[in-house]
């Protein structure tokens, strides 16, 4: 069963700041079905990166997605203030079928 | 517009059982795998079932096998979540979820992640 950590549990930084958010799987991944989510309070989550480093339609260049394996990062260049939320990496396609990280919280420091 | 729009959530006696219904609108439903996800209150994500584009392939989280059942109809563009012998943890925000992209014709799949999302709707399990 493959396990998603990521890390770190919250990430305080100011806006304009470089956000980098880990995930790490139990075992191997496959980079093309590894996917990262944003989330704000009360809304449900948004797709920002598909096969590892892909951006999804209408995702600004500031985020971007590396890694394989098992290590994967999320980065966020520079954060505006509408880019505090919680990010969750996914997976997809090992058992069990579907595994979502606990989630990575950047707030307002 | 793409749209997921989930249905069917409510207040309901542990034991009991609720029906959640998705419908999918501005794109070929049965062209598209589906999953169910469910968030508790202040919790992360939990993804709960998979079906195929066909429904002739379902996966379930352990959590809830043998109680939760998926279902489609796809002539009537809809996803279907039954949901039996509820207890309190299944207490969440469920959420439908569009997947990959199945092209039949050119036997062809294409996984852009979960791209699509419903609002959710919430089931609360509770006397």
């Known amino acids: 069963e493959i396990v998603l950590t990521q890390s770190p549990g919250t990430l305080s930084l100011s806006p304009g700041e470089r956000a980098t958010l880990s995930c790490r799987a139990s075992q191997s991944v496959s980079s093309s079905y590894l996917a990262w989510y944003q989330q704000k309070p009360g809304q449900a989550p948004r797709l920002l990166i598909y096969?590892?480093?892909s951006r999804a339609t209408g995702i600004p260049d500031r985020f971007s997605g590396s890694g394989s394996g098992t290590d994967f990062t999320l980065t966020i260049s520079r954060l505006e203030p509408e880019d505090f939320a919680v990010y969750y990496c996914?997976?997809?396609?090992?058992?069990?079928?579907?595994?979502f990280g606990p989630g990575t919280k950047v707030d307002i420091k | 517009e793409v749209q997921l729009v989930e249905s069917g959530g409510g207040l309901v006696q542990p034991g009991g059982s609720l029906r959640l219904s998705c419908a999918a609108s501005g794109f070929t439903f049965s062209s598209y795998e589906m999953n169910w996800v469910r968030q508790a209150p202040g919790k992360g994500l939990e993804w709960v079932s998979y079906i195929s584009s066909s429904g002739s392939t379902i996966y379930y989280a352990d959590s809830v096998k043998g109680r939760f059942t998926i279902s489609r109809d796809n002539a009537k563009n809809s996803l279907y979540l039954q949901m039996n012998s509820l207890r309190a943890e299944d207490t969440a925000v469920y959420y439908c979820?569009?997947?990959?992209?199945?092209?039949?014709?050119?036997?062809?799949?294409?996984?852009?992640?979960?791209?699509?999302w419903g609002q959710g709707t919430t089931v609360t399990v509770s006397s």
């Open positions: 096969g590892a480093s």
């Open positions: 996914q997976q997809y396609g090992s058992s069990p079928l579907v595994t």
């Open positions: 979820a569009r997947g990959a992209y199945v092209d039949t014709a050119m036997a062809a799949y294409y996984y852009y992640g979960m791209d699509v």
